[in-house]
């Protein structure tokens, strides 16, 4: 590409760091307030460019009309982000962390099927702007005058953050809330007041990044996604908080991804490299990097908690002999389900699907309840494992029974490598950096078609012929059974005991001669190979897999499992898996909306049974045996 191509490919990267700095300026502003991970953030952008969509054609293409329905409709969504605040998150502010993410997922399912029912499925592209329509010259080329506006654009906006962030009372509130909102709150500052402005700001600025969007792209439903995963980024790359941070990290992605694109295929030391292939991971090898070497961001500021922040949970409990009878009878009643197939046709196949689930989801909770270690790209060892086994199937034609054994390593493998990096950060840092590496590794899947088939996926992979339907489904039943007992008698060895020893307090665990971070790089280790036997025992109950089996949507459903079960009992990942699929495949059945019926039933569990629907039952159990005890001793 000659120099004028790639002075474009400069200003386009110009363009988009300030299409990102609007999402993630308000991000950050409402993370270094409320403290909330806000993961309908990307709702709100999406909703800024259906909402000028609207607003536009209702007002005219014109140019009143049309930079008209840009303003109103990030005022709109402004106005919406307050509602949520006050009617949803200001409940939930108490809860931990990862509940309040639990409570904002949810959000997104309710959103985006709000946005089917009210615009429709198709994609909705707006006029060009008026006045902005055409291109100028520039060293030969011709580039478009919008996207020039846009460069101003983030400019202009920090700056008017920057003002009202120090020049009035408001901006000194903010950050002072940002460095102690205790003090904030014993000073009679009202914070429900400060939260709730804070919040509407960050979705109005999300929703100006989203309007400015209209004549650029058009609006879909998977811009939400998209955009909380690109914002995250640079949020954490820039500094949870920092509004300068976010401008700065905003313009060194977007850049870094314009070089590669104006590079192309270019030849280095004779070999020939693709670095518009970049574009996919480009930003989250920067964020593993800034991460890996400053866990606080470019201009963030270093956590002052200890390097375990984990809250100490209550001794986790041996199962009992109810417990035990409960169990034997549960797994009794799935081995009898293929004898029932006649008149339940469609129940062994869900239950696979099941078991595969509570998998998946025990071997999370492995290293986020025991281990206090929170990870947002545990289906990197799920897709590892899964491709694992295809790969050695079909490329190297090894025997299925062979392949099944072999390929959790490469998921272990996969842990070994990456949480030798991950044990060394905690919190939020930690769960951005699983993200990165997943997101890493799910890139090189998605392009690598010589080996994994790209983005189509590898299929045909069949267990062997002698194993039925109903065999295979007693091995993963099996399998299954087996490793979930494994873990558990894991946590009740000594090793499970220095791990939760680790996870309440680092620093006693450290003065006793327990190497925290080496244990906790074990259970990583560990729960990676189990992620992966779910993985490769779910492309043999396929017959295939694809990208999207990895991808950020099959980590946040491990989430999500997780904590409605409840992260503090053990039970909890094999009853919230349990209940997460069997509700999805109700709702998705029953209905179109389906995703609203699903967020509305995890927003309800969240805020009446915030401890998940094992700890419910446990505390509903340990409230009924005091009852009782309280009325024999009387």
Request: proline share 5%; glycine share 12%.
């Amino acid at each position: 590409m000659d120099f004028s191509g790639f002075l474009a490919q400069l200003l386009n990267g110009l363009a988009e760091a300030s299409s990102l700095f609007l999402v993630a300026a308000g991000l950050s502003l409402i993370f270094g307030v409320t403290r909330i991970v806000n993961f309908a953030h990307g709702s709100f952008y999406m909703l800024g460019v259906y909402a000028a969509y609207s607003a536009v054609e209702h007002l005219g293409g014109g140019g009143l009309g049309f930079w008209a329905g840009l303003v109103l409709a990030s005022l709109a969504v402004g106005v919406l982000g307050a509602i949520v605040e006050i009617v949803l998150l200001r409940r939930i502010y108490p809860a931990p962390e990862l509940f309040q993410l639990l409570a904002t997922f949810a959000l997104v399912l309710v959103v985006n099927d709000a946005v089917l029912w009210l615009w429709g499925p198709e994609e909705l592209l707006g006029p060009r702007a008026p006045g902005l329509e055409g291109s100028i010259e520039l060293l030969g080329r011709r580039y478009p005058v919008y996207n020039l506006f846009l460069i101003v654009v983030g400019p202009v906006v920090l700056g008017l953050m920057w003002l009202l962030l120090t020049r009035t009372r408001w901006g000194v509130l903010v950050r002072a809330a940002t460095q102690d909102r205790e003090m904030l709150g014993a000073l009679g500052v009202n914070q429900a007041w400060l939260f709730t402005t804070v919040f509407a700001l960050g979705a109005a600025l999300a929703g100006l990044g989203g309007a400015v969007q209209l004549p650029r792209e058009p609006a879909s439903l998977t811009l939400d996604l998209r955009a909380i995963g690109e914002a995250f980024v640079v949020v954490v790359v820039g500094g949870m908080g920092s509004i300068p941070g976010a401008y700065v990290a905003a313009l060194l992605i977007a850049e870094i991804k314009a070089i590669c694109i104006g590079l192309g295929n270019t030849t280095v030391f004779g070999i020939e490299i693709s670095f518009s292939k970049l574009t996919l991971v480009v930003e989250f090898l920067v964020m593993a990097l800034v991460l890996v070497f400053r866990p606080w961001g470019l201009m963030g500021r270093p956590q002052a908690a200890s390097r375990n922040s984990a809250p100490i949970e209550a001794p986790i409990r041996p199962g009992g002999p109810a417990f035990k009878a409960v169990a034997v009878a549960a797994v009794a009643s799935l081995a009898a389900l293929p004898w029932a197939s006649s008149w339940l046709p469609y129940a062994p196949v869900l239950a696979q699907d099941v078991l595969l689930a509570v998998l998946f989801a025990v071997s999370l909770h492995f290293i986020m309840g025991p281990g206090g270690m929170h990870s947002f790209g545990h289906a990197a060892y799920y897709g590892l494992g899964a491709y694992g086994a295809a790969v050695l199937v079909k490329a190297a034609t090894m025997p299925m029974p062979l392949a099944l054994a072999l390929a959790p390593l490469a998921a272990g493998l996969g842990a070994l490598l990456f949480g030798w990096f991950c044990v060394r950060l905690s919190g939020v840092y930690l769960a951005m950096l699983t993200l990165a590496f997943s997101q890493i590794v799910w890139s090189i899947v998605f392009q690598w078609d010589s080996v994994t088939g790209g983005s189509n996926g590898l299929f045909g992979i069949w267990p062997a012929p002698w194993i039925t339907p109903t065999v295979y489904y007693y091995g993963v039943l099996a399998l299954v059974v087996l490793s979930v007992y494994a873990m558990r008698r894991m946590l009740f060895a000594p090793f499970g005991y220095a791990l939760r020893a680790g996870r309440d307090s680092s620093l006693r665990a450290d003065a006793i001669g327990i190497d925290v971070p080496r244990v906790q790089w074990m259970a990583f280790v560990i729960a990676g190979l189990f992620a992966g036997l779910a993985g490769a025992l779910f492309v043999f109950s396929k017959g295939g897999i694809s990208p999207d089996a990895m991808a950020v949507g099959k980590s946040v459903d491990g989430l999500v499992m997780v904590l409605l079960g409840g992260v503090q009992t053990l039970t909890g990942p094999v009853i919230g898996a349990t209940a997460f699929n069997l509700l999805q495949d109700k709702i998705m059945r029953a209905t179109e909306f389906w995703r609203a019926s699903f967020g509305g039933v995890m927003l309800l569990l969240v805020l009446v049974f915030p401890q998940g629907l094992a700890g419910f039952a446990r505390r509903l159990g340990d409230w009924r045996a005091a009852r009782l005890a309280h009325g024999g001793a009387e």
